[in-house]
């Protein structure tokens, strides 16, 4: 089984509550790396709404000092990445490999210089917002805020330092003016569905999905439950599939990827990265081919890393 997942919020609880990457007390953990046999992770530091200026900036140092210090500890499974060439080598050795990314756009304090800072750090990816509004933009606590002059700023830079732009849990304004021009590179949404299956804000609207379509980004699957069902789910599998399928009909097959969201809330009986892992099959099974469906585990994120990162 293959797994290349663009996002999980695990290395904050690890450090919050001093647990390594082969913990059994997170939903995602590196024991589970013999049955996942190709896996790519990306670990989130999460920036809470209640940290802004300096402090946002100490939270993401002292959580991205505990992330490297669990790998240098397990170094034998797992290792960090620097770009598409890294994920090949590191995975065709059963290891781990290891990206990172910034939830949460706060971790800048209104500094344009601190984008520079993340791109020597190896971040790859930040999502601009989390709920609430910031120095950038905002989430859907206030879906009238735009974004800032500084936000629009932060965009450009982002895009020259090589740091994709993830717009997970931006809200619709900030996003009809990212497709209104302001983003000239692709952009990705880590972890987001369908708002045409599940009615969730935080879901991508058809016409965002297409947009990340027409100019070649990511949108990776949620398994979180208020984002993949209206309803409550009696079977995990069956529910995300839907999604799948609806965004194949939307010309979807290059973009679609996974992003877990695990140890954010999930719920879903798909609570571990075997069982994650473990939805290609599953999607064989209910008619879509093994190519498209190595596409979506991990081909579409490994593609897009090969064209975008560097």
């Not at 647990?19 to 996942?36: A, D, F, G, K």
């Amino acid at each position: 089984m293959k797994l290349f997942d663009l996002h999980c919020d695990t290395i904050e609880r690890m450090e919050e509550h001093g647990e390594n990457m082969l913990t059994e007390n997170c939903q995602l953990s590196l024991r589970y790396l013999p049955q996942v046999e190709k896996w790519c992770q990306t670990f989130a530091i999460f920036i809470p709404d209640s940290k802004r200026g300096a402090d946002a900036m100490e939270y993401y140092e002292r959580v991205r000092a505990y992330f490297h210090k669990m790998l240098d500890e397990h170094k034998d499974i797992v290792e960090f990445v620097h770009n598409a060439d890294d994920i090949k080598r590191i995975t065709a050795a059963k290891k781990c490999a290891a990206v990172l990314s910034v939830e949460g756009a706060a971790v800048l304090g209104g500094k344009l210089e601190n984008i520079e800072k993340l791109a020597r750090d190896g971040v790859k990816m930040m999502t601009l917002t989390w709920n609430g509004p910031n120095e950038l933009a905002s989430g859907n606590v206030d879906p009238q805020m735009g974004f800032t002059d500084f936000g629009r700023e932060a965009v450009k830079e982002m895009e020259r330092q090589n740091i994709i732009v993830d717009v997970s849990h931006l809200n619709d304004k900030g996003m009809e003016e990212l497709m209104g021009g302001l983003a000239t590179k692709p952009i990705i949404a880590t972890h987001s569905n369908l708002r045409s299956i599940c009615s969730h804000k935080r879901n991508l609207t058809e016409e965002m999905f297409q947009y990340i379509v027409e100019h070649k980004g990511l949108c990776g699957l949620n398994l979180l439950h208020n984002f993949v069902s209206d309803e409550p789910m009696k079977d995990s599998k069956a529910e995300l599939f839907r999604h799948v399928y609806r965004m194949l009909e939307l010309g979807g097959e290059d973009v679609i990827c996974c992003g877990s969201d695990f140890d954010g809330g999930i719920t879903s009986q798909m609570d571990n990265p075997a069982l994650f892992a473990s939805f290609g099959d599953y999607m064989v099974e209910n008619g879509i081919s093994r190519r498209v469906s190595d596409k979506i585990m991990f081909d579409n994120a490994l593609r897009f890393f090969e064209e975008n990162v560097r």
